[in-house]
């Protein structure tokens, strides 16, 4: 949904992050895709045949006319609930899944709430979730790099890792 994301409206945004988020995991439970699509249309469908039809207030983000028309003009489809998807699954998994799926990127859950989440709670720790104040940008590209100056850079990395942790310790 990544190519389906920026399709559909203008731009990268953290909701995007958040679905593939929610992609990644329902392909940790069952080590397979979830919507394996040959193409992107074909993607919207499987997509479809799992969250069913989207409403009108659910298509509402879409700013492409011909894409609302397409998503509009598939067949009606019921949504499958996550525990017939994934039977037998901790059902605080399946609530997370379903807020990290939402098709609407607006009511799509957001980082912070994914942490908080009951599903993550053995991992999260309030008091030890850095928030960055800018966003994170690399001051070069890092593909246009020669490989020798790669291991280099990654090399300088972990000696300045290393003394960073063994001042703490």
Not at 2 to 30: F, H, P, R, T
Request: proline share 8%.
């Amino acid at each position: 949904l990544i190519l389906l994301d920026s399709l559909l409206q203008e731009g990268y945004s953290k909701a995007l992050d958040i679905w593939s988020v929610g992609c990644i995991l329902g392909e940790m439970i069952n080590n397979k895709p979830m919507f394996p699509g040959k193409h992107y249309l074909d993607q919207i469908c499987k997509i479809q045949e799992v969250l069913g039809t989207p409403t009108k207030q659910e298509l509402s983000f879409i700013t492409n006319p011909k894409a609302q028309l397409y998503i509009s003009s598939l067949p009606v489809r019921p949504a499958v609930a996550w525990s017939r998807v994934y039977p037998g699954k901790d059902m605080r998994l399946l609530d997370m899944l379903d807020k990290l799926l939402s098709f609407n990127p607006m009511t799509r859950m957001v980082v912070e709430q994914a942490l908080a989440h009951p599903f993550m709670e053995e991992y999260y720790d309030p008091q030890d979730e850095p928030v960055a104040k800018k966003p994170f940008q690399f001051e070069f590209e890092i593909d246009d790099l020669p490989t020798n100056t790669l291991k280099e850079l990654v090399f300088l990395e972990v000696i300045k890792f290393k003394k960073c942790t063994s001042q703490v310790l």
